[in-house]
């Protein structure tokens, strides 16, 4: 997968999600406000990660799915299958991921 990503558009991701989920802002009442959801659908506010696993709680989906969709133009099935084809890919070239154990190596200074 190239390194060089396009600048992802969560607020278009979002919107479309939660119309799509015929949600309205008010609905995510449990875990933000009414104008934080309009000014992340509106590009003035980046969510943090904590927060798209929220929202995409509210909304029935996976937050890699907002995730996902934030990174398409379209959202098409053509779309997201060579995306995640490229994610899996960059995964599958990592030597000696090991996300269960911390780095002991110390920094030389």
Known sequence: ????????NFAKAL???RLERKLSQEDFYEVSGRTY?????NGGADPTLSKIVQLAQVMGAHPLT???LAFCS???SAEVDR???GVKGEIASFQDLRMDRRDRRRHAE
């Open 83 to 85: 995306l995640l084809a």
């Open 15 to 17: 919107r479309a999600v």
């Open 66 to 68: 907002l995730l996902t």
């Open 1 to 8: 997968m190239s390194t060089k990503v396009p600048a992802p």
């Open 74 to 76: 379209n959202g098409s």
């Open 37 to 41: 959801i309009s000014r992340l659908e």
